[in-house]
């Protein structure tokens, strides 16, 4: 009935007297545990017996049908009766064996197995039957009665051999138990274990209780009932008080010659004339002390949002154990992630690492306030606090208050769950551990979302480690034990047992750890004095205390260089360590063996001490010149031939050397059998070991540069090593076992060949393993350590990348150039072929590394971790899962071994709640269904697999993650076309204007030429007075480099960026509408109507307006029906606003998109407005609540960017009309409201600003800088231009990092603008963007304002960034068949057709095809055109883009039109694009082409084309043929465009 003891017990009835002098006559105290009904008073000599209700609490639960159960319509079923639930105990009792303790888990699931067999069919919907883990127990037919029960009781046991005893009592309990106490005094109950008491006489209800009898079982349920702490304090007290002194004495008179230490006596007398003096000693560590104030918890709920950070920061909370945190700080050391995250510059010293580790003790509240406040002082920077070995210590502080409770704990609740790490934004927290259990109750505070189990099992392990490692963990242990393994690595020790159970009914008062130790303490010493030739001891010792002992002795006298094995010995009270040190130490020195191995007491709050022997010893081996070098970790005793006795009731977290071989556990607190005791004993064996591969193989290196010492490990062989991703081995060489320090994150190629022979020679110094030769001690843990880090980015061997990360990490790591803090000895040179020779047979500690350590535990934790269900689980894997919780129920389904880690988690987070004194157990939020905190991860792993590397490199990751998020790709081309600019000598401003002047601006001559890089695959055109040079323009470009990637640069974001939906800070919140506090905002939906004689119809827009833009508009008083946007002023001047409402288009990006100006526009107030198309209206009205959204006409889903910019142009010249008329019944005049417009690109993120400094001599000289400013500033000034009024278009430069003196020399231009625009709706009334177009509608509204006469101005002191943004946008536009939905990609040959033709129909708008196919296939139209730039195609109203190869001239029919001279030029083709009414055939005749020039008419129908062909007389000069009609690809419903092509005569 191993499990917590709770409540007490509910008596009743007239008491019962224990004898007076029971323990001392029975010699053991019988444990009773209450069942059911009523229990006696007990009186007289309480203290010879113990009371347990568990048995109680068992049945209790066992009655109450889980909840699972009742959702599934569960609760007809009646629960397993009273009689029932005896029964079923006295069949689990009578199969036990005498060695067997009763298990209250086992219990539950037998109630549990009966329960479902009994009533299958109603649960069999629910689950499947569940496979039988238990002794078979016989189903019920019928139910007992409480009559029958003593009878079927008596007969269950009657099989037994009278190991279960059945009393059975007519009145109450008292009797049975007055029965049982006088049969113990008389001696009746000798072979008897257990006891039961059934008292079925009255009223049908049945009494009853279980005695244990058994002396070996009463003992062992009697010490699982003490806690910790109480159970130190008693073994403390049998010390003090010398009642141990017994045992002592006891083992003096087993020897045959008289006393053990008289017979140790005279064997150093003896040997004393030829035995050098001892050499031991060194210096201890101080202890810490632990004590601590406590900090109230709170909770909060918000997010964490990556983009509003710039850097990482951290502190690694430990426990307070000196070597782990010794070790962290080398791991941390060798990881560079220090010097990577920037927090620390080259050459670091220890006190700057020690920054970033903290000993969770009384002592740490310093260092954690000082995180705190860096924390608050740096919002936006990211702290981690990352809480390794986090199972350790979740005492609630509020329980750890209490006097009786352990002063030294509740640490970790008061600092990691004080209220101001809970609330502040920017503190992540990240729990560490390999026994996750105790944090996966009903009441964590971990999402289960936020759990990363490393490594996954989905890899299987495949990509995880080498081929040459393998990870010994619990399973493999296990498996070892199964037959057809050779030897078993989990082992016990039949005779140890037996003598213990027979001292422990010798000595019943002591507590049986005290007997374990003495016994095995014994054992030790008599092997030793075996080893040294008293072979009479051998009978004194056990067979495999011998071994251990032979082996340690003699594994440094086989080595030449004397390297030995390690033996841990765990013994976790601190008090025994102590005795079984200074007895093992002295048997030791009596037999002079201090040189040959050390006895190191590990005691959790001091430091390591070792003998100045073995101190010189490792500095040998480790090339260490440091006079002051101590070891300061177990990693650093490599090849120390040492019995380490470990104390501590828990492993800390350290982490043990490979040359450890036995792992002794005899003396494990057996009594405390719950999951995460047992795991964490047997992690101190887990284990990487590699693979044999045979020594011959293995060729000796020494090309090593002796300056460089980490070159070994990260030059040869890498592919033999490299572990994958993050596999947290480290390195080992192939034949090495590798002991990975809880910190090894991916192993690593850091290792050479050379470490895979045995170190051993007689004519070198003594070698340090695997390619840590000539490293100072720092580097011979970097070894185990730092490799994780370097090699979590290498996915494979042999790469440069690997080179390139080696290299990086040489530098980084201060191994190879910066003296270690913890050494301060450098290098010393690299091993000769000498130290090579291949002595591998001889050197112990060369063997003990290729096989895992072999592990001796005690019997009753051998037998729970070896039995398994008959899905192969362990029976440790069901065990209550930390001592601090609790099961939520009897009724809980059994685990699997087919469970993955998130199904074991997730059943843990059903099954189990926290006890008061657990920190989670008031983690409960009313009204709340989740508790979960949203900041805290948990990283779990196998113990050893290397977490901490991993978490390391998770620190790196994350800061290059948020480098990442503040950084941008942004196009970086330069213009193209430059050469065709001409060398003009005239500049019409000077480089420092910053305002163009009107009328210079006016003699300006209009650029024709695209320049801007984005239509590098655009036609040129064509202008009188370019001499066309490039006649090789297209010859250069092959087909496939349009397709290629467009030229980009990574940008660090400034402060001024526009922003996308992922980026949340709390400046913009508001502007965003993402406030906690209030619902999305509300917006409501507007109508807005105005007619266009060119649709021919009315246009019905629609607004949706939050109510916090409302502001910005008129409504009517009665029916608020939108009247108007508000314009201001062309005189209004102020710094807190733009005058000009932006309009972005946009489609396909509502993630992407960079609506967010709040910082662009430097917080000033703006009108936004996005258009968008009505299909995804909703998605974007989800993403941006907060912003105005223009929502098209559904006419216009299919529409391309051309249509969004006619409909932004025409709705705001109509509303600029609406608002003269409102503000003139204001008096103000008409001409004073301001009549531009910005019509924006989503991808534009960056604005710059060039400064030009004129201060020279001459007034030509000037010198330029560029930075980056806010769009506020630009704006600004653009808007107080003076006559700004008079430029119909305002533009600005497309960034470029090759930007050139000469582009900006000229600070204003007359050329095309694009992409970031001001556009005076005013003066281009009459000049309309065509809504039909798809691409290059820019350059073709450029023209034709050009053409009327209007001035676009370029600034060329400014220029935009745009984002490469792979999402939307023209993206979005796919061309498929109409007929199938196989999204075949099809040619742009196939986009026209011969009408009337059998072709396949395309779902894809008309015009769009058009462009397409003329960009890909003008050649078959204009056949002479191609590369004949100087006779370009003359194009009549529009501009097409007819592919690079192909130039083009643009004409305007308009009368008055500013139109390029053509009376010298020779066309080589016509185009007429949907000509109008102003194209006659007068108009045509002006123009000359060349002999076979072709001609194009693309009309809306047939019957158009041939009324225009009519209309313009074309057939005067053009030849048609029938087969010259085409038509796009489309269906008749679909509208397409028809084509006539005709030859010039």
């Not at 003066?1323 to 509608?1337: A, K």
Request: net charge negative; glycine share 4%.
């Amino acid at each position: 009935m191993l499990g917590p003891a709770s409540s007490p017990v509910v008596t009743s009835g007239e008491p019962v007297s224990i004898p007076e002098n029971l323990l001392r006559i029975y010699k053991a105290k019988p444990v009773i545990f209450k069942g059911h009904g009523n229990f006696p008073y007990l009186c007289g000599n309480l203290n010879d017996v113990i009371v347990s209700p568990l048995l109680y609490t068992c049945y209790k639960n066992a009655q109450s049908i889980s909840r699972a159960y009742e959702q599934y319509g569960a609760s007809t079923i009646q629960p397993i009766s009273e009689e029932m639930q005896l029964l079923l105990t006295v069949y689990y009792l009578v199969q036990l064996a005498s060695d067997q303790v009763p298990l209250i888990e086992d219990l539950e699931q037998i109630f549990m197995r009966s329960w479902r067999e009994s009533h299958l069919s109603e649960i069999r919907q629910y689950q499947q039957a569940i496979p039988q883990a238990f002794p078979q127990v016989p189903g019920p037919i019928a139910p007992v009665t409480s009559a029958q029960l003593p009878w079927l009781a008596g007969l269950a046991a009657s099989s037994c051999n009278d190991s279960v005893h059945i009393i059975e009592c007519n009145y109450s309990l008292a009797e049975g138990l007055s029965e049982m106490f006088k049969m113990l005094i008389e001696g009746k109950l000798v072979k008897t274990n257990y006891v039961v008491i059934i008292c079925s006489g009255r009223n049908r209800t049945i009494d009853s209780c279980i005695a244990v009898t058994g002396k070996y079982q009463a003992r062992i349920l009697s010490e699982s009932m003490l806690t910790p702490a109480e159970y130190q304090k008693e073994v403390n007290y049998e010390l003090v008080t010398g009642k141990a002194e017994a045992l002592g004495a006891f083992f003096g008179s087993l020897c045959p010659d008289g006393d053990t230490d008289v017979l140790l006596e005279k064997f150093y007398q003896e040997n004393r004339a030829r035995i050098s003096p001892s050499l031991s000693g060194a210096n201890k560590p101080a202890a810490v002390d632990a004590s601590g104030t406590a900090v109230c918890p709170n909770s909060s709920t918000q997010n964490l949002d990556l983009g509003s950070f710039e850097k990482v920061d951290f502190l690694i909370c430990v426990p307070p154990s000196e070597v782990t945190y010794q070790q962290t700080l080398f791991h941390l050391w060798h990881s560079g992630v220090l010097l990577e995250l920037g927090l620390e510059k080259e050459h670091l010293t220890k006190q700057k690492v020690e920054q970033y580790v903290v000993k969770v003790d009384a002592e740490a509240q310093t260092k954690f306030k000082a995180f705190l406040q860096n924390s608050m002082q740096n919002p936006h920077t990211l702290f981690v606090l990352i809480h390794d070995h986090a199972h350790w210590d979740l005492v609630s502080a509020v329980h750890s208050l209490y006097p009786q409770s352990d002063p030294a704990m509740g640490f970790v609740d008061r600092l990691l769950n004080c209220r101001e790490v809970k609330e502040a934004p920017n503190i992540v927290t990240l729990h560490v551990t390999s026994f996750p259990y105790a944090l996966q109750t009903q009441h964590t505070r971990i999402s289960p979302y936020n759990e990363i189990h490393w490594p996954s099992l989905y890899n299987n392990g495949a990509e995880l480690y080498h081929e040459n490692k393998r990870y010994y963990g619990l399973s493999e242990f296990i498996e070892s034990t199964l037959s057809g393994h050779s030897l078993p690595l989990l082992r016990y020790d039949s005779s140890f047992e037996a003598m213990v159970m027979a001292l422990g009914k010798r000595f019943p008062r002591l507590h049986s750890a005290v007997i374990r130790t003495f016994v095995l303490v014994q054992h030790y010493s008599a092997a030793m004095m075996a080893v040294c030739g008293l072979s009479q001891m051998k009978n004194y010792t056990t067979v495999e205390t011998l071994e251990i002992t032979q082996n340690l002795i003699n594994s440094s006298r086989q080595c030449p260089s004397g390297h030995g094995l390690m033996v841990v010995l765990r013994i976790p009270c601190i008090p025994l360590a102590t005795v079984a040190y200074e007895r093992l130490s002295h048997v030791r020195e009596r037999l002079a063996l201090e040189e040959h191995f050390e006895i190191i007491l590990g005691n959790p709050n001091s430091g390591i001490t070792v003998g100045k022997h073995f101190v010189e010893q490792l500095k040998i081996w480790q090339k260490i010149e440091d006079a002051e070098w101590r070891p300061q970790t177990y990693l650093e005793l490599e090849g120390l031939p040492c019995i380490l006795i470990f104390s501590g009731m828990d492993p800390q977290g350290e982490s043990l050397p490979r040359s450890l071989r036995y792992c002794d556990l005899r003396l494990i607190n057996s009594s405390c059998l719950v999951r995460t005791a047992l795991e964490q004993e047997l992690g101190l064996a887990a284990y990487f070991i590699s693979s044999e591969i045979s020594v011959e193989k293995v060729a000796p290196t020494n090309d090593v540069l002796e300056s460089d010492p980490e070159k070994l490990s990260s030059t040869d062989n890498e592919d033999e090593e490299t572990v994958i991703e993050g596999s947290a081995s480290e390195k080992r060489s192939p034949v090495k076992r590798e002991r990975s320090g809880s910190h090894d994150s991916a192993a690593s190629s850091l290792s050479s060949k050379a470490s895979s022979t045995a170190f051993c020679s007689e004519t070198s110094p003594p070698l340090v393993p695997a390619g840590e030769v000539g490293k100072s001690p720092h580097q011979v843990l970097s070894n185990n350590t730092e490799e994780s880090v370097n090699n979590v980015e290498k996915p494979q061997p042999k790469t440069e990348k690997d080179s390139k990360v080696a290299a990086k990490v040489a530098q980084a790591s201060i191994a190879s150039s910066v003296p270690s803090p913890f050494s301060s000895s450098s290098a010393s040179s690299a091993p000769t072929h000498n130290s090579f020779v291949l002595q591998a047979s001889q050197c112990s500690m060369a063997k003990a590394s290729r096989q895992p350590p072999i592990v001796y535990l005690p019997k009753l934790v051998y037998d729970i971790v070896t039995s398994a269900d008959s899905t192969g689980l362990s029976k440790s894997s069901s065990l209550l899962p930390y001592h601090s919780v609790m099961w939520a129920s009897s009724f809980r389904p059994l685990m699997s071994k087919m469970m993955t880690y998130t199904e074991q988690s997730l059943y843990y987070r059903q099954w189990t709640i926290p006890k008061p004194i657990h920190m989670d157990y008031n983690n409960r939020n009313e009204g709340r269904m989740d508790t979960f905190h949203p900041r805290r991860l948990l990283l779990s792993g196998p113990p050893q697999i290397g977490k901490t590397g991993a978490y390391l490199q998770f620190l790196s990751i994350l800061s290059r993650m948020l480098i990442r998020l503040t950084e941008v790709d942004v196009y970086d081309e330069e213009e193209i076309n430059t050469d065709l600019k001409g060398e003009s000598d005239q500049y019409y401003h000077q480089p420092g204007d910053v305002w163009p002047d009107v009328e210079t601006f006016k003699k300006m001559p209009f650029d024709y030429t695209i320049h801007d890089p984005k239509y590098e695959d655009a036609s040129l055109i064509c202008s009188r007075s370019q001499k066309t040079k490039s006649e090789d323009r297209s010859t250069a470009r092959k087909q496939e480099d349009l397709y290629m990637r467009r030229q980009t640069t990574r940008m660090r974001l400034s402060k001024y960026a526009a922003y996308n939906t992922y980026h949340h800070c709390e400046q913009c919140h508001q502007y965003m509408g993402f406030n906690p506090r209030y619902q999305l905002y509300e917006s409501t939906l507007h109508a807005f109507a105005f007619s266009y004689s060119m649709l021919g119809e009315e246009i019905q827009l629609h607004f949706i307006i939050p109510k916090s833009k409302e502001h910005h508009f008129v409504f009517s008083h009665p029916g608020r029906q939108l009247e108007s946007m508000r314009l201001p002023l062309v005189t209004d001047k102020s710094n807190d606003y733009i005058k000009s409402p932006t309009f972005t288009p946009t489609t396909g990006r509502h993630e992407h998109g960079l609506f967010n100006l709040y910082h662009a526009m430097d917080g000033a107030s703006h009108l936004h407005v996005l258009v968008v198309k009505e299909y995804e209206m909703a998605i974007y009205k989800k993403y941006w609540p907060n912003h105005i959204m223009l929502v098209l006409p559904s006419i216009f889903n299919s529409a391309g960017v051309g249509a969004a910019h006619f409909l932004i142009k025409e709705l705001s010249y109509h509303n600029l009309e609406l608002e003269r008329n409102r503000q003139e019944e204001l008096g103000i005049k008409p001409q004073d409201i301001w009549p531009f417009i910005i019509i924006s690109d989503d991808s534009c993120v960056m604005w710059n600003a060039i400064e030009v400094d004129c201060s020279g001599d001459r007034k030509s000289e000037y010198t330029w800088t560029e930075r980056n400013i806010s769009l506020k500033q630009i704006l600004q000034h653009i808007e107080s231009a003076p006559n700004v009024t008079h430029y119909a278009l305002i533009g600005m430069r497309k960034w470029s990092s090759k930007t050139s003196g000469g582009e900006i020399k000229e600070p204003f231009s007359c050329c095309h603008v694009h992409d970031f625009a001001m556009l005076n709706v005013d003066l281009t009334q009459n000049v309309q963007y065509n809504q039909n177009r798809f691409m290059c509608d820019d350059v073709d509204f450029n023209l034709r304002a050009h053409s009327a006469g209007l001035l676009i101005c370029r600034f060329n002191r400014f220029s935009v960034m745009k984002k490469q943004i792979t999402v939307g946008g023209q993206r979005s536009f796919h061309i498929k068949s109409k007929v199938s939905d196989n999204p075949v990609a099809i040619a742009p040959a196939q986009y026209i057709c011969a009408p009337d033709s059998k072709h396949t129909f395309l779902a894809a708008p008309a015009q769009l095809l058009l462009e397409k196919y003329l960009q890909y296939h003008s050649h078959r139209f204009f056949p002479l055109s191609v590369r004949n730039y100087n006779h370009p195609v003359l194009s009549v109203d529009c501009y097409l883009n007819l592919g690079p190869q192909t130039a083009v001239c643009y004409v305007s029919s308009r009368p008055h039109s500013l139109n390029v001279s053509c009376s010298d030029m020779i066309f080589s083709g016509l185009l007429l694009y949907l000509c109008d009414s102003f194209v006659v055939a007068s108009f045509l005749k002006k123009f000359h082409f060349l002999k076979g020039a072709t001609l194009c008419v693309i009309c809306q129908d047939r019957n158009s084309l041939r009324q225009t062909v009519v209309r313009l007389e074309l057939e005067d000069e053009w030849q048609f043929r029938l087969r010259d009609e085409f038509q796009t690809a489309n269906a008749k419903e679909d509208k397409p465009l028809f084509f006539l092509t005709g030859r010039h005569i």
